[in-house]
Each structure stands twice: as structure tokens, then as C-alpha cells.
């Protein structure tokens, strides 16, 4: 995966160098992933360990990471099955919008009005 990695032109040196970080993160977070015997619940099993290690973000892009993997050994003859199938991608919390901030400039006649009517008392 690290040979495809490095030699392919369609992917930015920033998006080759995420990669590289997700593929050591798999790694170091799940030592039988070497293994060609991987089982779809040995990879669930796995991916409810990451996600406690990680945030959001970054287990979806180290799960993309991972079905590629798996898809690419699966392209190869290596492997039957992907067994990332069982993994779901983490919903993102999107950020509530702001409410708009009411317009506060008042118009020159009635800002006259109330300087007018707070001087007076």
C-alpha cells in the first residue's frame, strides 16, 4: 500500500503524507492487521477500539484508509472478502448556525428621538 502510495500522481504530497500517518495509526493501534486472515470482527472489534482513541475526523479518514487497503487486497487475490463492510463511517456533528444579529442601527430620526427623550429625564 505504501509502494501505490508514493507513486501515484493524482494524490498532493499533503494528502500521500495523511495517508501515511493512518496507515501508521492502523498499525500501531491494531498489531494483526498484517495478517491476510483478518476477520470482519476482528476489524469491528478493532474500529470500537480506535474510535475511543480518536476523534471523529479521524477515524473516518483512517477507515477510508483501511477499506482501500482491504480493497486493493481484494483486487490482488489476496483476500475473498473486505472486512471493513461491517465498519461505519462516524456521523460528523455539523456546528449549529448562528442566529443573525439583529440590526441595531436605527435610523438617524429615531436615535434623534430617544437622545431627545433620555435628556429630557
Given at each position: ?55 471523529t475526523e479521524i477515524f473516518n479518514e ?9 480493497t486493493m487486497a481484494e483486487g490482488l ?30 435610523p438617524k430620526r429615531v436615535r434623534l ?9
Open positions: 500500500m505504501l509502494k501505490r502510495l508514493k507513486t501515484n500522481l493524482r494524490l498532493k504530497p499533503r494528502t500521500k503524507a495523511k495517508r501515511r500517518e493512518r496507515i501508521r495509526a492502523i498499525r500501531k493501534s491494531w498489531e494483526d492487521i498484517d495478517d491476510l486472515n483478518v476477520r470482519p470482527t476482528q476489524c469491528q472489534q478493532s474500529a470500537k477500539r480506535f474510535q475511543k482513541e480518536v476523534d483512517t477507515l477510508a484508509v483501511m477499506i482501500s487497503i482491504f487475490g489476496l483476500r475473498m472478502k473486505n472486512s471493513t463492510t461491517g465498519v461505519e463511517p462516524l456521523p460528523i456533528e455539523k456546528p449549529k448556525p448562528e442566529p443573525p444579529k439583529p440590526n441595531l442601527k436605527l428621538r430617544l437622545k431627545k427623550a433620555t435628556s429630557e429625564h
